[in-house]
């Protein structure tokens, strides 16, 4: 076969060449066009999902906090008295404490869903603007003076003389979803509540939870500014009525017919190791063996008076002492329904003498 192109000759093609030609048109018609690449199925992309999410819930810390069960000591080892008689300790007196953790998105999901843990926005809980290392060191002082008002308590149930005085109640920190956000600032000091002086942060906190939560409290502050805060029942480790604000007392002074020194505890902070301290301190001034022998847990705040109040997470610190092996654990009346069914025997009392008494009968 001739092929010309434009009446000019361009190739012989012989029939063997044509029969080769149309053979590979035919084999290329019967060819099948290869797949198209395919995609990630379905399943890979749920799987990449799940992993994204599973990071994002672990990276993620939203903003609230676990309030869950912490440490427990024995706290009469902490305590050396001079200057009086003493008796030594047959028991253990438990300090009992919280652990408060920022947890992770699926940190605070799982906490959420367990019966021994609490979870509560940050903002009722944590000062705002407030580092760890500086609450850590405000909630110490707050510690410290609450052995002082321990030891200042069982003087008095011992029938000893005790002075306190004060000269006010200074503002150390304040909650940002508290009635006092926005009105009080630390540094502040308060004078009088409802026109009645306050020396020490024990009368303060007296004064605010002797009424019933959202009372309209008239606050009089260092240097003639006044206020009105309402207060109100405060959440987790806060506890109790409150206005919410971190207190210190100014100037604060104890005088006890005795010297007392105790360990350093620096990990503990807050006032609720009071009621513990006031118990082991009594049990070491008086002949009565309260302790006979038994490991006996407590929390509250105490004052030099005698009195117990609130402290919050106490469901969680009777959880710390059920596991620490507490033969009974004592609270702030207002807190015993929070502190039952979880496997110790709990009361409530509202006075150190109450306490004692509770531990006498066994004693004796």
């Known amino acids: ?11 012989v093609l012989s029939g063997a060449d044509v029969t080769h030609a149309l053979e590979i048109e035919r084999l290329r018609g019967e060819r099948q066009p290869e797949p198209a690449a395919r995609g990630p199925g379905l399943l890979v992309w749920a799987v990449v999902a799940v992993i994204l999410l599973g990071a994002g819930a672990a990276l993620y810390h939203p ?42 998105g699926l940190g605070t999901l799982l906490a959420a869903l367990r019966t021994d843990r609490d979870v509560v ?21 707050v510690f410290q003076e609450s052995r002082r008002l321990a030891a200042a308590a069982a003087a008095r149930a011992a029938g000893l003389p005790v002075r306190v005085s004060g000269s006010g109640v200074r503002v150390v920190e304040v909650l940002p979803d508290s009635p006092a956000a926005g009105v009080l600032r630390p540094g502040d000091v308060i ?16 004064l605010v939870q002797a009424r019933p939560a959202s009372s309209r409290l008239r606050l009089e502050l260092e240097g003639g500014r006044r206020v009105t805060v309402p207060s109100a029942r405060l959440p987790g480790v806060s506890g109790g009525v409150g206005i919410g604000v971190a207190v210190e007392s100014r100037d604060l002074r104890i005088d006890l017919p005795f010297q007392v020194r105790f360990a350093e505890r620096p990990d503990i902070g807050g006032p609720s190791a009071g009621l513990a301290y006031a118990l082991a301190v009594t049990d070491l001034l008086e002949r009565q063996d309260y302790a006979s022998g038994r490991t006996i847990a407590a929390t509250g705040t105490i004052q030099a008076d005698g009195d117990v109040g609130e402290v919050g997470g106490v469901e969680q610190k009777a959880v710390a002492a ?19 069914d979880v496997g110790v025997a709990v009361q409530g009392v509202d006075r150190l003498e109450q306490a004692l008494r509770l531990l006498a009968p066994a004693a004796a």
């Open 63 to 104: 903003p609230y906090v676990v309030i869950a069960p912490g440490e427990t000591a024995d706290i009469g080892r902490d305590i050396t008295v001079s200057g009086t008689a003493t008796t030594p300790l047959t028991g253990r007196y438990l300090l009992t404490s919280v652990r408060l953790e920022r947890a992770s």
């Open 1 to 11: 076969m001739v092929t010309t192109e434009d009446g000019r000759l361009v190739g």
């Open 121 to 141: 926005p940050v903002g009722r809980v944590l000062p705002k603007g407030v580092g760890p290392r500086e609450y850590a060191e405000s909630q110490q002082k």
């Open 191 to 206: 004078v009088t509540v409802d026109g009645q002086p306050v020396d020490d942060a024990g009368e303060l906190r007296d």
């Open 322 to 340: 059920r596991r620490a092996g507490a033969q009974l654990f004592l609270v702030a009346r207002e807190e015993l329904q929070e502190a039952r």
